[in-house]
Structures are given as C-alpha cells and as structure tokens.
C-alpha cells in the first residue's frame, strides 16, 4: 500500500510545485502595497491569484480524471489500477497545499511570522486528532481528507486575519 501510494502521489507533486511558479514573482509586489498600505491593489492581487488557483484545481482534477491514471497505469503497470481511487484526494492535498505556502508567504509579507507559525503548529495538532479517525472510517484517503480538511480551515483562517492585516488605519 505505501508503495503505491507514492507510486501515485509523486506525478501529483507537480501540481504543488506548479504553485511556487504562480505566486513567487508577485513576492516583492505584495510587500510594496503592504508597505504603501494600498489596500485594493493588495486584495486585488490577492484574490486574482485565488481565482488563478481555483481555476488551476478545476483543470488539475478534470486531467488527473481524465489522464493521470493512465499515464500511472503506463508507468506502474496494471498493478497500479486497484490504487487509483486514492488519485484525486491526492490531487487534493497537492491544490490545498500549494495555496497553504501561498498564505505563508502573504503572512511573511504582512508580518505575521508568529502567527503563522501558531496556525501551523494547531493546523498540526488538529490534522494528528483528525487523520486516525478519518482513516479508521473510511479508509486510506481518510489521511488525504483530513489534510485537505485542516488545510482549508487553515486557509479560510489566513484569508480572515488577512482581511483584517490590510484594513489599514488610514484608508
């Protein structure tokens, strides 16, 4: 089982890497509107980058439906089909993930190193409490639910005190 279960993860890491690509060069453009404290143009930005990210998740879970098991199967051999059901959680976790290090990095930008590293740590907690129950449940992809589970609470949090970050005093 562990076996295929990276067998089937490791393609969909590519997916989680992709995000780096799409928020990195806009690093140094969030830290100048924090800085100028715009407002607009930062959640602007921001919420253009989520919207590029829901559409990334739309087409990476229509693909990995449509071709990524075959292309493990070409890979893997047969021996690989009895496993795809775990695919598209994983695919899953890889989308929660990439906008999760999104939000560090907005966090390190606006400066909230001290809180992201406590969201982290009770992100981490509750995924412990979480996952064994999940997957006493309902299987192996319990772990895949209860990450993408903790990561969107994780990520709803982030977007909330965001919110509140860049409601600049004087704007």
Not at 129 to 138: A, D, F, M, T
Request: hydrophobic residues 55%; contains cysteine.
């Amino acid at each position: 089982m562990v076996g295929a279960y990276n067998n089937i993860s490791q393609p969909i890491m590519i997916i989680q890497m992709l995000a780096t690509y799409i928020y990195a060069p806009f690093i140094i453009v969030f830290a100048e509107y924090n800085s100028n404290k715009d407002r607009k143009k930062f959640m602007g930005l921001l919420n253009k980058i989520l919207l590029l990210f829901v559409g990334i998740a739309i087409v990476g879970l229509i693909a990995s439906k449509l071709i990524l098991g075959k292309i493990l199967i070409i890979m893997f051999t047969e021996k690989i089909k009895e496993y795809l059901y775990l695919m598209i959680p994983l695919v899953g976790c890889a989308i929660s993930t990439g906008v999760l290090w999104f939000f560090n990095m907005i966090f390190t930008v606006i400066r909230k190193t001290k809180l992201l590293v406590g969201l982290n740590v009770a992100a981490w907690v509750f995924i412990r409490i979480i996952v064994p129950v999940l997957v006493h449940k309902i299987g192996p992809n319990g772990a895949s639910y209860g990450l993408i589970l903790t990561l969107s609470l994780q990520i709803v949090i982030m977007y909330i005190i965001v919110l509140k970050h860049v409601k600049y005093e004087d704007n």
